[in-house]
């Protein structure tokens, strides 16, 4: 157990739809990063909360969007769901400082499937 | 902006035999570049890091990395592998330019380690 909690673990819905997935970090992590897994697009960065305030933003589609809640648990909602946001998505976290930020732990992901 | 390669989408191996997955970057800057593991419906572990200092790092489960800065390498290697080494390897690099908040990961390469 990495100490990162996705919920859920899968998780079908048909295209349109929206969906919310959600992630709480490691005991004392400030930041919390989502990243989505998938065939053609491989392992890419979508967005990042430190201490409830959005720090970066990857390659995040409009239809998504993500919060960070003052218990630091983050929710990721995905919007007007297409067959092509299928994928795995994982949540990480990290302890936030500069130099710490360097290393983060991940959780188990949660497996979308969009029919 | 930040890239990496991993020029084998698979790699196959013997068990008991030596193996090298081999990983290049593109950094602007100092490059702080990391391998994780990935094992099936699991999340990515953690295996070793580069930041500064000797360039042949130590980490988890017997595998080391060695970089390379003249060739712009981080190859990942294990002096005798295991069946239960077989898994989705990723190699990754901090993204300095996004605030050095988030990983740029490669493609992954798949090792299969025969018995």
């Known amino acids: 157990d990495s100490g990162v909690t996705q919920t859920p673990k899968h998780l079908i819905t048909a295209t349109g739809q929206r969906v919310t997935l959600r992630c709480s970090p490691r005991?004392?992590?400030?930041?919390v990063y989502w990243y989505q897994q998938s065939l053609d697009q491989g392992l890419q960065f979508l967005i990042q909360?430190?201490?409830?305030?959005?720090?970066a933003k990857g390659n995040i589609l409009e239809r998504f969007s993500a919060q960070q809640f003052p218990d630091l648990h983050s929710e990721l909602n995905l919007s007007s769901l297409e067959l092509g946001d299928s994928a795995l998505y994982f949540c990480a976290s990290s302890p936030g400082s500069l130099d710490s930020d360097l290393l983060s732990t991940f959780g188990s992901g949660t497996r979308l499937t969009v029919v | 902006a930040q890239s990496v390669a991993q020029p084998e989408d698979q790699v196959n191996v013997a068990e008991g035999n030596p193996l090298t997955v081999k990983c290049t970057y593109s950094v602007s800057g100092n490059p702080y570049l990391f391998w994780y593991v990935q094992y099936p419906n699991r999340g990515l572990q953690f295996l070793l890091k580069y930041i500064t200092g000797d360039n042949l790092v130590k980490g988890s489960y017997g595998f080391e990395a060695e970089f390379n800065k003249s060739q712009t390498s981080f190859h990942l290697k294990k002096p005798s592998a295991l069946v239960s080494d077989s898994a989705l390897y990723f190699c990754?690099?901090?993204?300095?330019?996004?605030?050095?908040?988030?990983?740029?990961f490669g493609p992954g390469t798949r090792l299969s380690v025969l018995p």
């Open positions: 909360y430190y201490n409830g305030e959005e720090r």
């Open positions: 005991s004392g992590d400030l930041s």
């Open positions: 990754a690099v901090r993204d300095m330019d996004n605030y050095g908040q988030n990983f740029v």
